[in-house]
Nanobody
Framework: VQLVESGGGWVQPGGSLRLACAASGPDFKDYSVAWFRQAPGKDRDFVAVINWSATNTIYVDAVKGRFTISRDNAKATVYLQMNSLRPEDTAIYYC???????????????????WGKGTQVTVSS
């Protein structure tokens, strides 16, 4: 599976962005897909994950109520709608794919076999 992120950019605090993760490969619909983010000088942290059928999602507490993960298997794309953005949301956002969907393991970046190259999100005034 190959993953390509898009939709990043600069936005003022309180603004919105929608990221997209486009996948290629025959088995995409079988994968759970997650978003991670990495701020300068910090580790790559879990943001959200969605299972293959879009019936289950998990979010880190910091984005609950502001971010929404969704997917369209017909378009082989996963989205991250980000609202009420804050300066602390500034980071490179990566999508990742794997077969697992588990409340603990899905938060661990080492569980994921496939990664995109990332898209920069900058929130500042």
């Amino acid at each position: 599976v190959q993953l390509v992120e898009s939709g990043g950019g600069w936005v003022q605090p309180g603004g919105s962005l929608r990221l997209a993760c486009a996948a290629s490969g025959p088995d995409f619909k079988d994968y759970s897909v997650a978003w991670f983010r990495q701020a300068p000088g910090k580790d790559r942290d879990f943001v959200a994950v969605i299972n293959w059928s879009a019936t289950n999602t998990i979010y880190v507490d910091a984005v609950k109520g502001r971010f929404t993960i969704s997917r369209d298997n017909a378009k082989a794309t996963v989205y991250l709608q980000m609202n009420s953005l804050r300066p602390e949301d500034t980071a490179i956002y990566y999508c990742a794919a794997d077969y697992i969907f588990n409340p603990t393991r899905s938060r661990d970046k080492y569980e994921y076999d496939y990664w995109g190259k990332g898209t920069q999100v900058t929130v500042s005034s």
